[in-house]
Nanobody
Framework: QVQLVESGGGLVQPGGSLRLSCAFS????????MAWYRQAPEKQREVVAV???????HYADFVKGRFTISRDIAKGTVYLQMNSLKSEDTAVYYC???????????WGQGTQVTVSS
């Protein structure tokens, strides 16, 4: 069973930076498409960034140029570097792992990011 454990959230001032980490275990990491989602209060969960098993990346328009997703195959970890944070980035951020061949979809427990002065 895949397990995902996020870390790195916290309180940061507008314009600041945070790096989120998601540790993957329980299966073969490189076979999964990894993504970060976020959910703000009273809003639907939305995709932030995706990275394929081959390293291709995709970003939501509202984070392009500010956030970077990456993965370390050896460590079984996916990262989200968040720069130039805005108050509207405040949300719970979730790590997601998908293997379409196995019809598997896993979520982490989420980590809170609060951008406020």
């Amino acid at each position: 069973q895949v397990q995902l454990v996020e870390s790195g959230g916290g309180l940061v001032q507008p314009g600041g930076s945070l790096r989120l980490s998601c540790a993957f275990s329980g299966s073969i990491f490189r076979r999964y498409v990894m993504a970060w989602y976020r959910q703000a209060p009273e809003k639907q969960r939305e995709v932030v960034a995706v990275i394929s098993s081959g390293g291709s990346t995709h970003y939501a328009d509202f984070v392009k140029g500010r956030f970077t997703i990456s993965r370390d195959i050896a460590k079984g970890t996916v990262y989200l570097q968040m720069n130039s944070l805005k108050s509207e980035d405040t949300a719970v951020y979730y790590c997601n792992a998908v293997n379409t061949g196995l019809n598997e979809d896993f979520w982490g427990q989420g980590t809170q990011v609060t951008v406020s002065s």
